[in-house]
C-alpha cells in the first residue's frame, strides 16, 4: 500500500492528495493537461522536495516531517515524459547504467527487455538520433532494468503508433502478472488504460476527485462526467472457452457466451473485456439476420439521460453490469426504463484489442 | 648562443601535468557543489576563487613565499609534517601554480555543470543511482567540454607563467626552474637567440599538443553526433 | 642581477676550471632575490646590481659585502649618426621614446636619471622616457626599435651594435657599485667562498671587463 | 504544390520520396514510428542540409543541386515533436519572438491565438515549469504566429488530453478555411486525421506507400492493411439539414438521412462524416425496434477476406462508397456477394466528434 | 611608507573594462563560428587561440614589442595609418592585453554555445529569424553563463597581469603604469608595506565587484527557475 498525505504549491496550482494506492497490478492516472499528474509522479519518486506532508510504502517511509528518503534509494523506476535518455550513452548503454545497478533483483533481463521492445536494432545508436517513438521505447526499457520496486510510467506510450502500442501493451502486462511489480500509469488513452489498469485514481485540479476499482468507476454512471462521454464503458469478465476455425475466439462470461477476434491465450484464459458504451445497440425484440455475433440479454438497472441528445444506459447481463450509450430519441423510442427486458448487441471486431486484457490475480481494495 | 638546454622543458611539463591533474580533481568537486548549492555563501565562494587572478603573479608569488617559508606557522607546520620546505621547492610551485590556476579550472567547470539542469540527474537518481555515482557517470561525462576548456587553460596557462613559479620557487636548475622562466632570464639577459629557440621550441610543442587534443575532441564529438 | 648573467657563466665555467667545484647561478631581479633571501632560499651568495642591497643584508647579519664591479651606463640611438652630437640627439622629435630602465628598481635606471639631470636637460625630454624593469628590458625596448634611443648597459651592448653609442661620463652619474656578498646559507660553503675570493683575481676581473664592466 | 523529390541516408535508414503535396487544405502524414515522418518534414524545412535532391514550393525552388533556401526564408511554420521553446524566454516572450517576425502577413494575431489555445494563464511562466501539454499548446501558438506560408505539424497534439484536442482541433480547421495555410499533419491517431486532413501520404520506412485524397484512400480496401484494421473507414459528404429539438442533429447525404448528436454549424454548412468499418452492422433485412437510428441502404460492391476472422465490406449507399468490417463467420451466415442488397446499420452517436470536419473548399488533386 | 597613488588603479580599470569589452565583442563571433564550423581547421584555429597562454607574458610582450615597432611592417602601417605607435601607448597595451586574454574569453564562449546544440537555432530558424538575428536573440541569452565565465576571466586576468603590459607600455605614469606594475614596483623595492596597502584594495575592490556580479547572476539564475 503506497501512501500519501501530500501537498505541494506553485504560483496558481496546488497538488492536495490524499490517497492509498494499491501495492499490485496497475493503476491508472488519468485527467486533463496540467492536472498534476507528472507533479503526483514526482512526489512519489521523491523529486520534489518542497512538496510537505507524507508519503510511506509499505512499512517504509519515504517522507514525513523528519525524514525524506532520497529517490535513488526508494527503489523506484520512472519512464519520464520527456525520456530523458543520457546523451552521453549509446541505447545499449543506457539499459545498461539501470543493469548494472540492479544487479540480482527480480524481473527481466536485458535480452529479454530488448526483444520485447524490439531495440535490438537501436543499440548502437546515441539517442539523439532516434525518433520519438524510439527514444519512447529505449526509455520504457531502461526503466524496466532498474527492476523498480514500483513503476511509475509518465504516458509512455504516447509517441507509439497503435502497432507498437499493440507490442508494448501484452509486454507490460506479462511483467505485471509474472513479476507482480505495480505500476503508477499516466495516460490519456482511455483504451490502453481500461486495458491494462485494475484501479483507476481520476485527477482534477490537483485532487483526487475519483479513485476505485477500474470495473466499478467505469460502470459508474456517475465517473462518465468525469472520464468524458466518449470513454464511458465497462470492463467484464470473462474466460477463454473455445477457438474456433473461422479465427473466432469464445469467450465465456456470466452473460452468456462472447465471440471475439482470435486472442492468443490458452483455453481457460481469465481476460477481461472491455465493451465501449458507445458500442452496444438495444433492441427490445432478439434481432435476427445481423452481422453482429454478439447479442445479450439483458435488464435494465439504469437510465440517465443528460443535457444533451445522448442517455446512458445501465444494464444488467449475467452478473455484469454493462453501459450503452444510446440517443434520447431512441430511449423513448424503445420505451426503456429500470426493469425493461432488451437485448445488448455488440459488433464482435468493435471490442478493440486494446480492451482485452488478460485478468490479475485478486484486484486489491482501495 | 649556446647550446639549449631541455631540462626545464621537461621539469615544466611534469609541473603542468601535475598542476592540471590535481587541479581537476580538486576543482570538479568545488564547481559541482558551487553549481548545485542553494547557499548564501555562493556567491562569496564564487568571487573568492577569481580573485588569485587578481594580483600580479610576482605578488601573489611574494605573499605565497611568506605563506610558505618555514617562519610562517603554515610554512613550519608543512616543515615539520614532511621535512621539507615548501618554499623554492617542486612541491611548492606545485602548491603556488595550482593555486593560481584554481579560476581557470572551476569556472568553466562550474559553467558546464550549470548547464546540465536537473534532468539528467534526476533521471539518474531514478536508475538507483547515488549522488556519488551520478556525480561520476552522468555529470562529468555530459560536462566533458567544459573539462576541456578548463585543461587547456590551466595546462597552457601553468606552461606559460612564471611570475609565481619565480618567487616561490627560486629558478633552481633542475628543480624549480621552468622553461618560462629559462626564456625569461634568456630574454632579460639579451640572449635572444637562445630566447627564440626556446619559445620556437615551447610553441611547437604546445600547439602540437594542442592540436592533437582539439583533434581528438572533434572526433569524438562527430561520433557522439 | 640578472645584468651579470652572461659574465657570471662565464667566471663560474673558469671558476670550475680551475677548482672543480660546481657554481649554480640563479638570475632574477634583485628586489626578489632579496625577499626570496629574507624567506630562507637556499642561496650561498649573491651578486647584486648594487650596493643598497647587499647592505640591508648585511645589516641583517649576511655579509661581509665587496664590490666586483662597476657598471658603465652607455646611451645607444641605432637609428642615429655615431657621431652625432647626444644631447642634440636625445631632443631631436626623431626620437619619440627614450628607454631607461627603471630608476626605482635597477641603480642603471637611477643613473640614467642623475646624468639626465646633470647634463641639464630633463625637463625637455621627461615626456619620451619609457622605462624598462631593468636594463635588459630598456635594452630590448632599443633593440625591437620600439624606443630610438635608451640608456642601456655597456655590458649589455652586442659587439655589432651600429649607430650612435656613447658611454655617458662617469662624472655625470654616481658610481653603479655592484656589490658581491656571502649569504648566511653559504657560511660552511668552502665553495661559495673560494668563488667570491676568486672574483677579485686578475683573471676574474679580466672576464668581467670584457662584458663591458669598469672595475673596482 | 510543394514537389519534393528527396534523398537523405542514415545509416540503416534511407529516405526516398518523390512527391507532390496540395498548396491547399491539410496534408496528413501518417505512418508508423520510425518510418520517416519526422525526417521528411525537417528535409522540407531545410533542416536537413545532407538531403540530395529537389524541393519546389510553387514556383520557388527552395534546393536543388545548385540552389539551397535556407529555413528562415521559406516562410515555413514548424511545430516539432520536442516542442523547442526557448527556454530563456517566457511564453509570452516565445509568443512575441514569432509574432514580431512575421509583423503584416496574413493570419491570426497574438490575442486570437492566446484565446484559442487558453494560453492566457500561461503567459508569465517560464517553459521548463509547464506541464507536458501546456508546452504543447505553446508551441502551436507560436508556430501559428509565424504566420506561414505552410504550416508543418509534428505530432502536435499527441501530449494533450481528449478535451482539449476537442478544443484545438476546430481552432486548427477554421485557420485552415479562413487564412487557408496548408499543413502537414504528423499524427498516430486516424481519428485526428480523418477530421482534419483533405489528404492523406502513408509512409513506409521511407517511402510513400500511398498517397491521394483522403476519402479514396479511407474508403478503399487496398489502403487498409496500411493503415492497420482499425483504422479503416469511409468519408462521407453530407449537408446539415436541421437540428432537431431533442439535441440531435439531422444530416441530408445521397444515401438519405443521418441523426448525429448535434453540430455546431448553421443549416446548409457541408460536412465529412467518418463512419469507421467497425462501426458499422449489416443486416440483410431493414431491422425494427433497434436503438440505433441511422439505417442506410445498401448494395455491397466488394467483399474481401483477410486471413483473420473478419472480411471486409465496401458497399454503395446513395453515392458514398462506406466500409463495413463485419466477422467471416458473419459473411457466410449473412450470404454476402457483390451485388447483396442489405441494410447498414450505424450507431447515431458512434460516429465520433472527432470525425465530423467543415468541408473544405473543393480538394486539390494530388 | 608614502601616500598611495590611486592614478594607476583607475587606469588599471579603464585598462581591463575596455580590453573585456572590446575581447568579448570580437571573441563571441570567433567562438561561434569554432562551434559551428564543420571545417578540417577548427583544430588548428582552437588550438591557435589557446597559444598566447603558452608564451611567458613578458616573453609575449617583448615579441609584440617587436610586431608592435614601428620597424616593423605592421608597425610602421599602423604609424602611418593613425600617427600614432602602438607601442608605448593605452591602445598598444589594449591591443596586446586583448591578445593576451583571447583565451579565456573564446574557451568558455565557444563550450557555452557548444553546449546548446542545434534545436533552439532550429526553432529560431522556423520562426523566421535569420542567422544574424538568432545569435543575438537565441544563442546569446542562451550562453550567459559562458559569458559570465569569459568575463570574469578577462577582466581579472586583465587587472593582474603586467608582463605583457609592462614590456608593450613602457611603464609611463598616467598612460600606461598599471596597478599591477605599481605594486610589482613596491615588492621589488621592499616597500613592503606600499605593496600591501595597494595590494589589499585591488584585492578588497576586485572582491566586491565580482561579488556584485556574482548576487546578480544568483537572482537572475533564479527567477529564470
Ligand atoms: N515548476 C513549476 N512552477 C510552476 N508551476 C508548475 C511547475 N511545475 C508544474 N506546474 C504547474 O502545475 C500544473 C500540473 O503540472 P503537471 O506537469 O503535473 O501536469 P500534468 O497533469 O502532467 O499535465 P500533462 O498531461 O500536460 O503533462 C500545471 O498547471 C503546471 O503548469
Ligand atoms: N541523425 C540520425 N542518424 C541516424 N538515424 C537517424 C537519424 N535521425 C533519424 N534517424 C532514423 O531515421 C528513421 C526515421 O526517423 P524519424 O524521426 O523521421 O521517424 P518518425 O517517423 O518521425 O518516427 P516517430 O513517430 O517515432 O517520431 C528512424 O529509424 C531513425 O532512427
Ligand atoms: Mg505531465
Ligand atoms: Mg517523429
Known amino acids: ?57 509499505g512499512d517504509d517511509i519515504w517522507q514525513d516531517a523528519r525524514h525524506f528518503t532520497p529517490p535513488h534509494k526508494r527503489g523506484l523506476g520512472y519512464v519520464f515524459q520527456d525520456t530523458r535518455l543520457f546523451p552521453h550513452l549509446t541505447v545499449a548503454g543506457n539499459l545498461h547504467y539501470a ?16 526483444a520485447a521492445l524490439d531495440l535490438g536494432p537501436l543499440l548502437q545508436r546515441r539517442p539523439q538520433t532516434l525518433s520519438g517513438g524510439e527514444q519512447s521505447r529505449a526509455a520504457i526499457g531502461r526503466a524496466l532494468l532498474t527492476r523498480p520496486r514500483m513503476l511509475l510510467m509518465d504516458e509512455p506510450l504516447a509517441a507509439l503508433d497503435e502497432a507498437r502500442r499493440a507490442e508494448v501493451l501484452p509486454y507490460l502486462e506479462r511483467l505485471r502478472d509474472r513479476i507482480g511489480t505495480p505500476i503508477l500509469y499516466v495516460s490519456h488513452n482511455m483504451a490502453e488504460v481500461a486495458r491494462l489498469a485494475s484501479h483507476l485514481l481520476l485527477i482534477d485540479a490537483g485532487r483526487i476527485s475519483h479513485a476505485g476499482a477500474l470495473q466499478d468507476l467505469l460502470a459508474s454512471p456517475d465517473t462518465i462526467s468525469a472520464l468524458g462521454v466518449r470513454e464511458a464503458g465497462a470492463v467484464i469478465h470473462a474466460r477463454l472457452a473455445a477457438q474456433d476455425d473461422d479465427g473466432l475466439s469464445q469467450l465465456h462470461t456470466s452473460a452468456g457466451p462472447l465471440y471475439l477476434p482470435r486472442i492468443d491465450a490458452a483455453i481457460g484464459t ?90 490479475r490475480a485478486p484486484t486489491a481494495k482501495l | 648562443m649556446s647550446g639549449v638546454d631541455l631540462g626545464p622543458l621537461w621539469l615544466t611539463l611534469r609541473l603542468a601535468a601535475i598542476v592540471t591533474f590535481l587541479l581537476l580533481l580538486l576543482a570538479a568537486p568545488l564547481a559541482w557543489w558551487l553549481s548545485q548549492t542553494r547557499s548564501r555563501a555562493k556567491p562569496v565562494i564564487e568571487a573568492l576563487t577569481a580573485l588569485p587572478l587578481v594580483l600580479p603573479p610576482t605578488v601573489l608569488g611574494f605573499y605565497l613565499l611568506i605563506l610558505f ?26 602548491i603556488a601554480s595550482m593555486l593560481y590556476s584554481l579560476p581557470f579550472a572551476v569556472q568553466p567547470l562550474q559553467a558546464a555543470f550549470e548547464s546540465l539542469g536537473r534532468a539528467p540527474m534526476e533521471a539518474a537518481a531514478m536508475l538507483r543511482a547515488s549522488p556519488f555515482d551520478r556525480f561520476f557517470t552522468v555529470a562529468l561525462p555530459l560536462a566533458k567540454r567544459g573539462f576541456l576548456t578548463a585543461t587547456v587553460l590551466s595546462f597552457t596557462h601553468t606552461l606559460g607563467e612564471f611570475g609565481v613559479v619565480l618567487m616561490v620557487g627560486g629558478n633552481i636548475p633542475g628543480k624549480t626552474k621552468v622553461i618560462s622562466i629559462a626564456i625569461y632570464e634568456h630574454v632579460e639577459t639579451i640572449r635572444y637567440a637562445d630566447a627564440h629557440v626556446l619559445s620556437a621550441i615551447l610553441l611547437v610543442f604546445s600547439f602540437v599538443t594542442l592540436l592533437i587534443v582539439y583533434s581528438l575532441n572533434r572526433q569524438a564529438a562527430r561520433i557522439t553526433g | 642581477a640578472a645584468n651579470f648573467a652572461g659574465a657570471a657563466t662565464e667566471l663560474a665555467t673558469a671558476y670550475k676550471a680551475d677548482t672543480g667545484h660546481d657554481v649554480q647561478i640563479t638570475t632574477g631581479s634583485t628586489g626578489k632575490l632579496y625577499a626570496q633571501i629574507t624567506q630562507g ?34 646611451l645607444w640611438a641605432p637609428g642615429m649618426a655615431p657621431d652625432r652630437d647626444p644631447t642634440v640627439t636625445l631632443q631631436d622629435v626623431a626620437v619619440r621614446h627614450i628607454a631607461i630602465a627603471n630608476p626605482e628598481l635597477a641603480p642603471y635606471g637611477a643613473a640614467t636619471i642623475a646624468a639626465l639631470k646633470a647634463m641639464g636637460f630633463y625637463n625637455a625630454i621627461a615626456g619620451k622616457i619609457v622605462m624598462g624593469q631593468n636594463i635588459g628590458q630598456a635594452f630590448a625596448m632599443v633593440e625591437s626599435g620600439a624606443a630610438e634611443a635608451g640608456f642601456i648597459a655597456r655590458s649589455a651592448l652586442p659587439a ?13 652619474y654616481p658610481a ?20 667570491l675570493s676568486y672574483l677579485v683575481t686578475p683573471a676574474a676581473q679580466a672576464i668581467i671587463a670584457r662584458y663591458g664592466y669598469a672595475l673596482p
Chains 1, 4 share one sequence.
Open chain 1, 99 to 114: 543493469d548494472r545497478r540492479a544487479r540480482g533483483l527480480p524481473g527481466p533481463t536485458r535480452d529479454e527487455v530488448t
Open chain 1, 1 to 57: 500500500m503506497l501512501t500519501l498525505d501530500i501537498t505541494l504549491r506553485f504560483p496558481g496550482f496546488c497538488l492536495q492528495v490524499a490517497q492509498k494506492l494499491p501495492q499490485t497490478g496497475i493503476t491508472a492516472l488519468f485527467g486533463r493537461s496540467g492536472s498534476g499528474k507528472s507533479t503526483l509522479l514526482r512526489v512519489i519518486a521523491g523529486l520534489e522536495s518542497r512538496a510537505t506532508g507524507r508519503v510511506a510504502y
Open chain 3, 160 to 172: 655589432d651594435a651600429k649607430g650612435l653609442i656613447w658611454n655617458v661620463s662617469p662624472d655625470l
Open chain 3, 41 to 74: 632560499a637556499p642561496f650561498d651568495l649573491l651578486l647584486s646590481a648594487d650596493a643598497s642591497t647587499p647592505e640591508r643584508l648585511a645589516a641583517e647579519g649576511h655579509g661581509p659585502a665587496f664590490p666586483y664591479a662597476f657598471g658603465v651606463l652607455t
Open chain 2, 69 to 94: 617559508s618555514p617562519k610562517s606557522t603554515f610554512g613550519a607546520f608543512w616543515v615539520q609534517a614532511t621535512g621539507e620546505t615548501l618554499t623554492f621547492s617542486f612541491t611548492g610551485l606545485v
Open chain 1, 270 to 359: 481469465s481476460l477481461r473485456i472491455r465493451i465501449l458504451a458507445q458500442d452496444v445497440i438495444l433492441s427490445r425484440t432478439a434481432p435476427t439476420g445481423l452481422s453482429a455475433l454478439n447479442i445479450l440479454p439483458a435488464t435494465v438497472t439504469e437510465l440517465h439521460s443528460g443535457s444533451g441528445p445522448g442517455a446512458l444506459v445501465q444494464l444488467r447481463t449475467g452478473d455484469e453490469l454493462i453501459l450503452a450509450r444510446i440517443t434520447r430519441r431512441s430511449a423513448t423510442a424503445l420505451d426503456l426504463a429500470p426493469g425493461t427486458p432488451c437485448f445488448a448487441i455488440v459488433k464482435s471486431v468493435s471490442v478493440a484489442p486494446g480492451n482485452i486484457g488478460k485478468d
Open chain 3, 176 to 195: 653603479i657599485r655592484q656589490d658581491a656578498i656571502l649569504l648566511q646559507h653559504g657560511n660552511d660553503n668552502p665553495a661559495a667562498k673560494g668563488f
